[in-house]
T-cell receptor
Framework: DGGITQSPKYLFRKEGQNVTLSCEQN?????MYWYRQDPGQGLRLIYY???????QKGDIAEGYSVSREKKESFPLTVTSAQKNPTAFYLC????????????FGQGTRLTVV | AQSVTQLGSHVSVSEGALVLLRCNYS??????LFWYVQYPNQGLQLLLK??????LVKGINGFEAEFKKSETSFHLTKPSAHMSDAAEYFC??????????FGQGTTLQVKP
């Protein structure tokens, strides 16, 4: 079945560590997105990529980095520069065309310990 | 600016009562509109979408939404709430950059 897979579902990070969240899709979608979700704040866009080897900052990119070396993969690294990384992270992909909806992964909950 | 406003961060209804979740968008050009549902610790799932054509859109789980251009609204309704409808709901719109713009979300509580 086609879909988006995020891993791991739960992740614990020590202070000062970098961690990488995985997002893989087999929907053949060109565009992929990373969102951060905090209680009461909706979805905030971190980074997005509309084509392989290209990506743009979203609204809250500071402390995060991404790569898009393959169409299927869009990993997100939460660096030690991100001061408050504890959150729920969602990856999504969208096919080309303005009327198409986003498909979401099941999310990764990151906790700083 | 293109935006989506969901009125009411929390809505509480009794089981069997009407569900009404409000969404307004800002745009000079009618966008494509979406409603998503999110259950705890899960991703978002598409409920329904409006692109063109019929302004009353039916979705999954008995939900529907009506696109009203004159009111720039896309409210989500369900005639009779079920306990399993308790979740967070997001309204979203397309943008001219290809990104989806989301509202802040509305948490629906269903009381027995």
């Amino acid at each position: 079945d086609g879909g988006i897979t995020q891993s791991p579902k739960y992740l614990f990070r020590k202070e000062g560590q970098n961690v990488t969240l995985s997002c893989e899709q087999n929907l053949n979608h060109d565009a992929m997105y990373w969102y951060r979700q905090d209680p009461g704040q909706g979805l905030r866009l971190i980074y997005y990529s509309q084509i392989v080897n290209d990506f743009q900052k979203g609204d809250i990119a500071e402390g995060y980095s991404v790569s898009r070396e393959k169409k299927e993969s869009f990993p997100l690294t939460v660096t030690s520069a991100q001061k408050n990384p504890t959150a729920f992270y969602l990856c999504a992909s969208i096919a080309t065309g303005a009327h198409t909806e986003a498909f979401f992964g099941q999310g990764t909950r990151l906790t700083v310990v | 600016a293109q935006s989506v406003t969901q009125l009411g961060s929390h809505v509480s209804v009794s089981e069997g009562a009407l569900v009404l979740l409000r969404c307004n968008y800002s745009s000079s050009v009618p966008p494509y509109l979406f409603w998503y549902v999110q259950y705890p610790n899960q991703g978002l799932q598409l409920l329904l979408k409006y692109t063109t054509g019929a302004t009353l859109v039916k979705g999954i789980n008995g939900f529907e939404a009506e696109f009203k251009k004159s009111e720039t609204s896309f409210h989500l309704t369900k005639p009779s709430a079920h306990m399993s409808d308790a979740a967070e709901y997001f309204c979203a719109r397309s943008s001219n950059t290809g990104k989806l713009i989301f509202g802040q979300g509305t948490t629906l509580q269903v009381k027995p």
